[in-house]
Nanobody
Framework: GQLVESGGGLVQTGGSLRLSCTAS????????RGWFRQAPGKEREFVAG????????YYADSVRGRFTISRDNAKNTVYLQMNSLKPEATAVYYC?????????????????????WGQGTQVTVSS
């Protein structure tokens, strides 16, 4: 299975971007999908995650209310709509996927639970 991301770019403070991540592969249909990000000099951190069947989603405190994660299972695609962007959102955003379905926040937030990762897409928010 492979994850292919798109949608990153440069945006001004207060602007919006939508990231997409499509899982490709004949039988690759991940159960749990997530977005993580890594800013220069910082560790990778959880942004948002969503389960498949229950549609349960969780967000990092820093993005809750401004970012929305959603998924289109028919297209094997997960989206991250990012509104009211701030300069501190500047980072490389990574799509992640797991064949297992997780329901708890503690599980969905853990990078170690995901065994597939995208190549990353740069998001830059100018002040």
């Amino acid at each position: 299975g492979q994850l292919v991301e798109s949608g990153g770019g440069l945006v001004q403070t207060g602007g919006s971007l939508r990231l997409s991540c499509t899982a490709s592969g004949r039988t690759f249909s991940p159960a749990t999908r997530g977005w993580f990000r890594q800013a220069p000099g910082k560790e990778r951190e959880f942004v948002a995650g969503i389960s498949r069947s229950a549609g349960i989603s969780y967000y990092a405190d820093s993005v809750r209310g401004r970012f929305t994660i959603s998924r289109d299972n028919a297209k094997n695609t997960v989206y991250l709509q990012m509104n009211s962007l701030k300069p501190e959102a500047t980072a490389v955003y990574y799509c992640a996927a797991s064949g297992r379905e997780f329901y708890s926040a503690s599980s969905i937030r853990r990078a170690q639970q995901y065994n597939y990762w995208g190549q990353g897409t740069q998001v830059t928010v100018s002040s």
